[in-house]
C-alpha cells in the first residue's frame, strides 16, 4: 500500500502540455509605486505568466499569420516606420545577425498587446509583473536583501550594446519565470496608467485639471533604483514606440 | 446587343460599391466592438465620412468629464450653423464596468446631447485600452473605482487620422485648436 502510495507521489502533477505559461500563486504586493488611493498592500490574484519574454522566432510565427503586424505593412498609428523589427533583415527573415532564441525587441506595446490577444492572453499589468520580479531563485520577495539590488542593478549599469542574450539562460526565479531582470525591460498592458508623464516630472505647473480626482504616485522605496528606472522608461513612452532593448511577455 | 452589354457589365467587379480600405493612419481601423447610448452595436470605420472631435470620459465623473463635455459644446458655439452642421462628437467612456447604454442615455438628457450629431459610446477593457492608447489618453483606475485621467479633444479627419488636440479644456476653446477644426471643416 504504503509503495502504491509513493509511486502516485512521483507522478508529475502538471498533465497539461506545457504553452511556456506557469501558473504564479495569489499573495499581496506592496509596489515600489506608491498612489495616494491605494497604500496598503495590495491583493495579487492568481495568474499565468510566460515563463520567459517572446522570442524572435515566436513574433515571427506571429507575423507570418497576421500580415497586417508584418513591418512593411503595419499601421503607422500602431508602430513606428523604420523602428518597428527594425532589426531584422526583412519582414519575413531576422537575419544572420538575429537568432530565433533571442527576446524579440523593436516591438510597440499596439504590436505586444496584438500578440498576446491572438495567443488568446494579454500582457500583464505592472504589478502582475512587479510581484513575479521581486523573487529570486529560492525567495518569492528578495527586494530588501541588498546582494540581490546589486545584483540586479549591475544589469541596468551594463552598456547595452552587446548583442541580446537568448531567453532562459540563467536560473530561473522561484515561480520558474526566467530573465525578470538581466535581458530586456518589458511593456505592460498598463504602462501608460503610472501617470509620471513628462509633464508631471517638469515644472511647468502640473495642471491638475488634467486628472479627474486625486491619485497621484510617488516612490515608495527609493532604494529600489531598478524599478524606479523601469518606471521612468515606461512612463516616458507611448504605445506606438519601440526601443532596441524594450520585449515583453504576456499573461493569462 | 444591349442586352449583351448589360450581362458584361454584370460581370464587372463594381467598384463604387467596394468600400476602399482606410487610410494607414486612420484610429478607426480598430475592430473593437464599441455600443452606443442606444444599445447599437458599431464599429470605429462605421464612423468614417465626418469630420469628428473624439474624446474619453465616464459618466460618474465628477470634476474633469463635466468640462470635457463643455469644451466641445465650446467648440460647437463658436462654429457658423453650417459648420456644427458637418462636425459630429464621439466620447468613449473609460468605464465600462458602469457606462451601460442606459448610463450614457442619461447623460444625453442631463446635458441636452443632439444624437444626430453626438456619439456617447462603450467599448470592452480590451478596447478601452487600445482605443486610449491610440488618442494619447492616460488613464489608472483608482482604488474607488474612479479614474485618474489626462483629458484631451481629438480632432479627426474624415478618414480618422488625428489632425490636432488639445488638453486646454473650457468653455472658450482653444483658439488654435479651434482654427484647425474651422479649417477641417472647410474641405
Given amino acids: 500500500m504504503r509503495s502504491v502510495l509513493a509511486a502516485l507521489l512521483l507522478v508529475p502533477v502538471i498533465a497539461t502540455a506545457d504553452d511556456g505559461f506557469v501558473r504564479v ?3 499581496t504586493l506592496v509596489s515600489v509605486l506608491k498612489y495616494e488611493d491605494n497604500l496598503a498592500p495590495q491583493n495579487i490574484d492568481s495568474f499565468e505568466i510566460m515563463r520567459a519574454p517572446v522570442t524572435n522566432a515566436q513574433f515571427l510565427a506571429f507575423v507570418r499569420t497576421h500580415p497586417q503586424w508584418q513591418r512593411s505593412q503595419v499601421s503607422p498609428v500602431f508602430a513606428e516606420p523604420g523602428r518597428y523589427l527594425s532589426h531584422w533583415q526583412g519582414p519575413l527573415q531576422l537575419g544572420p545577425g538575429v537568432l530565433p532564441e533571442q527576446p524579440v525587441v523593436q516591438v510597440s506595446w499596439f504590436a505586444a498587446n496584438a500578440y498576446c490577444e491572438a495567443i488568446g492572453a494579454r500582457l500583464p499589468v505592472w504589478n502582475e509583473w512587479e510581484y513575479v520580479a521581486a523573487a529570486d531563485t529560492l525567495r518569492r520577495d528578495a527586494r530588501q536583501d541588498p546582494a540581490w539590488r546589486e545584483g540586479v542593478l549591475a544589469w541596468y549599469s551594463s552598456p547595452s550594446n552587446q548583442p541580446l542574450a537568448a531567453v532562459a539562460q540563467r536560473p530561473a526565479n522561484v515561480y520558474g519565470v526566467y530573465d525578470s531582470h538581466g535581458l530586456v525591460w518589458e511593456w505592460t498592458q498598463d504602462f501608460s496608467a503610472m501617470l509620471v508623464s513628462s509633464d508631471n516630472r517638469t515644472q511647468s505647473d502640473p495642471d491638475k ?5 486625486a491619485g ?5 522605496d527609493k532604494e529600489d533604483y531598478a524599478v524606479m528606472m523601469r518606471v521612468a522608461m515606461l512612463s516616458s513612452l507611448q504605445a506606438v514606440n519601440s526601443t532596441a532593448n524594450l520585449g515583453f511577455r504576456c499573461a493569462r | 446587343m444591349k442586352r ?3 450581362s458584361l457589365l ?3 467587379p463594381l467598384p463604387v460599391l467596394a468600400t476602399p480600405p482606410l487610410a494607414p493612419e486612420s484610429v478607426l481601423q480598430i475592430n473593437n466592438r464599441f455600443t452606443d447610448q442606444n444599445g447599437q452595436d458599431f464599429v470605429l470605420a462605421s464612423r468614417r465620412g465626418n469630420t469628428q472631435l473624439v474624446a474619453m470620459f465616464y459618466t460618474s465623473c465628477r470634476y474633469v468629464c463635466p468640462l470635457i463635455i463643455d469644451s466641445a459644446f ?3 458655439r463658436s462654429l457658423s450653423a453650417d459648420e456644427r452642421r458637418k462636425l459630429h462628437v464621439l466620447l468613449v467612456s473609460l468605464d465600462p464596468a458602469r457606462d451601460t447604454p442606459e448610463a450614457l442615455m442619461s ?12 456619439t456617447l459610446a462603450r467599448t470592452d477593457d480590451a478596447g478601452v485600452r487600445v482605443f486610449a492608447a491610440l488618442i494619447g489618453t492616460r488613464y489608472r483606475k483608482l ?5 485618474n485621467h489626462t483629458s484631451a479633444l481629438v480632432l479627426l479627419d474624415a478618414e480618422g487620422r488625428v489632425l490636432a488636440r488639445t488638453e486646454t479644456l473650457g468653455a472658450i476653446p482653444d483658439p488654435e485648436f479651434l482654427a484647425k477644426v474651422k479649417r477641417a471643416l472647410q474641405q
Fill in chain 1, 25 to 27: 500563486p495569489q499573495g
Fill in chain 1, 209 to 213: 485639471a488634467q486628472f479627474c480626482g
Fill in chain 1, 216 to 220: 497621484a504616485l510617488s516612490i515608495k
Fill in chain 2, 4 to 6: 449583351m452589354m448589360l
Fill in chain 2, 10 to 12: 454584370l460581370m464587372l
Fill in chain 2, 74 to 76: 465650446g467648440v460647437e
Fill in chain 2, 107 to 118: 447623460v444625453v438628457a442631463k446635458r441636452h446631447i443632439d444624437t444626430r450629431r453626438w
Fill in chain 2, 143 to 147: 482604488s474607488d473605482g474612479d479614474f
